[in-house]
Nanobody
Framework: QGRLAESGGGLVQPGGSLRLSCAVS????????VGWFRQAPGKEREGIACISIKDEISVIVPFVKGRFSISRDNAKNTLYLQMNSLKPEDTAVYYCNRLVSGIPYDTWGQGPQVTVSS
């Protein structure tokens, strides 16, 4: 099984930016669909972005589209989530995971906390 280690969270003011990283080991990231997810307090985990095999397409959910983007550095086997124009409602723990048949496949990591507050 693969291992995905997220990093890059923190406290940021509304309107600010953060970039999350997801270091992948145990499999080659570009050979799989890989996505970012988040879980806000009291809510279920939700998918927010996905990048397809060989980076052919990326999908961003409507409520973060235009503010968030997903990318991958295949040489580093690392996935990124660039988050701009952050809002308080983006406050959550963020996770990455490999998708197999559309379902998160690997054991969830700890995930970095992102807090958007003034």
């Amino acid at each position: 099984q693969g291992r995905l280690a997220e990093s890059g969270g923190g406290l940021v003011q509304p309107g600010g930016s953060l970039r999350l990283s997801c270091a992948v080991s145990g499999f080659t990231s570009e050979d799989y669909n890989v996505g970012w997810f988040r879980q806000a307090p009291g809510k279920e985990r939700e998918g927010i972005a996905c990048i397809s095999i060989k980076d052919e397409i990326s999908v961003i959910v409507p409520f973060v589209k235009g503010r968030f983007s997903i990318s991958r550095d295949n040489a580093k086997n690392t996935l990124y989530l660039q988050m701009n124009s952050l809002k308080p409602e983006d406050t959550a723990v963020y996770y990455c995971n490999r998708l197999v048949s559309g379902i998160p496949y690997d054991t969830w990591g700890q995930g970095p906390q992102v807090t958007v507050s003034s």
